[in-house]
C-alpha cells in the first residue's frame, strides 16, 4: 500500500548532514498518541519491557512511521526503499525521588542520575548496532526516529544528542558542553537522527514518567539521484546549524554521494609531501583534523592512492581484528580498557582505518588496489579493504568474487564485513550466492563463541549480514526464496524478520499483492520470540 510521503528540502538535508538531527513534528493526531502512551503505562506497571516487540505490543505506533512527515524524512534520507531494522525499543525516564530533584541541570552532564526503572544510559554514546555490529559509515546507510507520545519539556528529561559527532571516530569531554537538548517536544515529535550521533538520556525531575520510542532503518540501495526536493545544486552550508564543527570537506562528499553527483575530476596533483602531511593527520584524535585529512587526500585520487596503501599496511600484524574489552566507567559507559582511540575490531560497531575512509571515498579509481589489499594475508587489511570497496558502492561490483572468497575465512570478522560490503555494492552479487547459502544453510564450528554483549554468536551476525546481501542485491528473489523461507525458522529473531522483508519486497508485479499484504499484516504482528520468559538474551 502506498503511504503518502512529505520529503525534506535542500535547507533541511544540509542540516541533517552537518548536525545528524532534525526536529519533526510527526503529525500524528493527539489521540493516538494519548493512546499510545496509555498502552505504555499498562505494560510498565504489568509486564516486562517489550523490545523488539514493541510493534505488535502497540499496533498504533505504526501510524507515526506512515505520518507523511516521517516517512518524506526517510525516504530523503535513505531513499525510497528503506526498511525498518528489526531492533526497535521503548526507553523509559522513571522520576528521581524528591528529595533529588533539586538538582540544577545543564542538559551537557555526562551519566547525571536517573529514576529507579530507567531505561537507557545517561552517559553520553554512540549506539552499536544491537548487538550486530558493523562498521560505521559517513554516509547515511542507517537513520534512527526518536519518538516522544507525551509532552516532554527540559525538566522530564528529553533525549539529548551532540550535533555533528555522527561522524566522529571518539568522544571527548570536550564535545559535552556543546549538547543540545530540545525545547519543543510536544506529544508526537521525533528525532531524526544520524544512527552514530552521540546522545543520552537525562533526569526526569518531574512526577510524570518520560517515555520513547526508538525505531532504526535501513537503506537498501545506494543513490542514482536526490530523493529529497532539490539536490541540484552544490554544497553549501546550511543558513544554520546546531554543531561547533566544520567539517565541510565531509560534508560536501556526503552531499555528492546522497545526489549521486560526480566527484569533480578537475583535481589539481599535488607534491608528495602534502600527501604525508594529510597522511600524519589519520586516525588521530583530533576529529576535525582527521576528517579533513580524510576527504582531502579522497580529492586527490590517484596520487594519493600508494601512500594510503603503504599507510594500512602499517597496520598488519598487529592482531586488531580481535576487538577489544570494556569496562563501565564512574557515569556507566562503556569505555576501552586499552587505548580508546585505536582502531580495531569492534562487535558492537567498528571503526576502520582512516585510510580506508580515503580510499573508499575516492571511488571506482581505488578498486584494484583495494582488491590487491583483500588479498594481503592479514584479517585487519582484509576488513578495511573490504569495508572501502562497501563503501565505493556499484562501482566495486567487479570486486564481487573477491569479496565472495573472504567469506570462508575462518574469522567471522571477515567475512561479516564481507557480506557488509556485499551489500552496499548491491550488483554482481550471483557470484557470490554459493557462499552466502553456506553460511545461512551450515554451521561453522569457529564461528560459535559469543560476542562481548552475549547471547550472539560470530554465526548469528554473519548470517543477519548476509540477509542483508541478499535483501539489497540485483539476483531475482526466485533464486534464493528457499533461503528466505528457511530463515523463517532461525531463533535469532533478526534473522526472520529480514527474511520476511525479502520475502515481501516488491519485484514490479501484481500478481502477489495479496500475499504482500498479508505479509505486510504479518510484519506489523511478528512476536520476536528472542525475548523468553521476560529476560532479555542481548
Known amino acids: 500500500m502506498k503511504r503518502n510521503s512529505i520529503k525534506l528540502d535542500d535547507e533541511q538535508v544540509r542540516r541533517f548532514i552537518c548536525d545528524g538531527v532534525l526536529v519533526l513534528d510527526s503529525g500524528v493526531a493527539p489521540a493516538i498518541n494519548q493512546q499510545i502512551f496509555e498502552k505504555i503505562q499498562w505494560n510498565n506497571t504489568r509486564e516486562f519491557n517489550m523490545g523488539n516487540n514493541v510493534l505488535p505490543r502497540i499496533t498504533e505506533l505504526q501510524h507515526v512511521l506512515d505520518a507523511p512527515v516521517i516517512h518524506g524524512a526517510l525516504q530523503s534520507i535513505l531513499g525510497d526503499d528503506y526498511i525498518l531494522h528489526p531492533h526497535r525499543f521503548m526507553h523509559a525516564s522513571e522520576p528521581l525521588d524528591e528529595a533529588a530533584r533539586e538538582v540544577s541541570l545543564n542538559g551537557d552532564e555526562h551519566g547525571p542520575l536517573m529514576g529507579k526503572g ?32 507525551q509532552d516532554t519539556p527540559v525538566e522530564r528529561g528529553p533525549t539529548r544528542v551532540i550535533p555533528g559527532t555522527h561522524l566522529h571516530a571518539c568522544l571527548h569531554a570536550s564535545d559535552y558542553p556543546f549538547a543540545f537538548v530540545s525545547d519543543r517536544i510536544k506529544a508526537g ?37 536526490p530523493d529529497w526536493c532539490g539536490g541540484n545544486t552544490s554544497w553549501r552550508a546550511p543558513q544554520a546549524r546546531l554543531g561547533r564543527f566544520d567539517h565541510s570537506k565531509a560534508w560536501s562528499y556526503i552531499w555528492d554521494w546522497m545526489r549521486a553527483a560526480p566527484r569533480s575530476a578537475n583535481i589539481d596533483r599535488v607534491a608528495s609531501g602534502d600527501i604525508q602531511r594529510w597522511i600524519g593527520l589519520l586516525n588521530g584524535i583530533d576529529q576535525q583534523a582527521r576528517l579533513e585529512a580524510i576527504y582531502e587526500l579522497a580529492i586527490m585520487g590517484t596520487d594519493a592512492i600508494e601512500p594510503l596503501q603503504e599507510s594500512l599496511l602499517q597496520y598488519a600484524g598487529q592482531r586488531r581484528e580481535f576487538g577489544v574489552s570494556y569496562h ?175 520475502l515481501t519486497c516488491d519485484h514490479g508485479g501484481e500478481d502477489r499483492q495479496g500475499l504482500r499484504r498479508a505479509l505486510d499484516y504479518l510484519k506489523l504482528h511478528r512476536w520476536d520470540d528472542t525475548l523468553a520468559n521476560g529476560q532479555r538474551v542481548y
Open 118 to 149: 530507567s531505561s537507557g544510559s545517561s552517559a553520553w554514546h554512540q549506539d552499536g548496532q544491537c548487538p550486530l555490529g558493523r562498521a560505521r559509515y559517513h554516509v547515511p546507510r542507517l537513520a534512527m526516529i526518536i519518538y516522544f507520545p
Open 328 to 502: 563501565r566507567d564512574k557515569a556507566g559507559a562503556f569505555v576501552p580498557k586499552r587505548d580508546p582511540y585505536e582502531r580495531r575490531w569492534n562487535d558492537v560497531a567498528c571503526v576502520p582505518q582512516d585510510e580506508a575512509y580515503a580510499l573508499g571515498a575516492m571511488g571506482e579509481v581505488a578498486v584494484q588496489p583495494l582488491i590487491a589489499l583483500l588479498k594481503i594475508d592479514d584479517a585487519w587489511i582484509k576488513i578495511n579493504a573490504a569495508f572501502a570497496l562497501g563503501q565505493i558502492g556499484k562501482p566495486a561490483a567487479c570486486a564481487m568474487a573477491d569479496l565472495a572468497e573472504l567469506l570462508d575465512h575462518e574469522l567471522h570478522q571477515v567475512a561479516r564485513t564481507s557480506l557488509d560490503a556485499m551489500a552496499f555494492i548491491g550488483a554482481n552479487t550471483r557470484v557470490a550466492l554459493p557462499s552466502i547459502k553456506k553460511i545461512l544453510t551450515v554451521d561453522n564450528p569457529c564461528w560459535q563463541e559469543h560476542n562481548q554483549r552475549g547471547g550472539w554468536t560470530g554465526e548469528n551476525q554473519a548470517r543477519f549480514n548476509a540477509l542483508c546481501a541478499l535483501l539489497n542485491s540485483d539476483i531475482p528473489k526466485e533464486e534464493f526464496e528457499d533461503l528466505l523461507i528457511a530463515s523463517l525458522d532461525d531463533a535469532i529473531g533478526y534473522i526472520p524478520a529480514l527474511a520476511l522483508e525479502a
Open 189 to 225: 515529535t521525533c528525532l531524526l537522527t544520524a544512527f552514530d550521533i552521540a546522545h543520552a538520556a537525562l533526569s526526569n525531575l518531574t512526577d510524570m514518567s518520560r517515555y520513547m520510542f526508538k525505531f532504526v532503518f535501513l537503506r537498501r540501495s545506494n543513490p542514482t539521484a
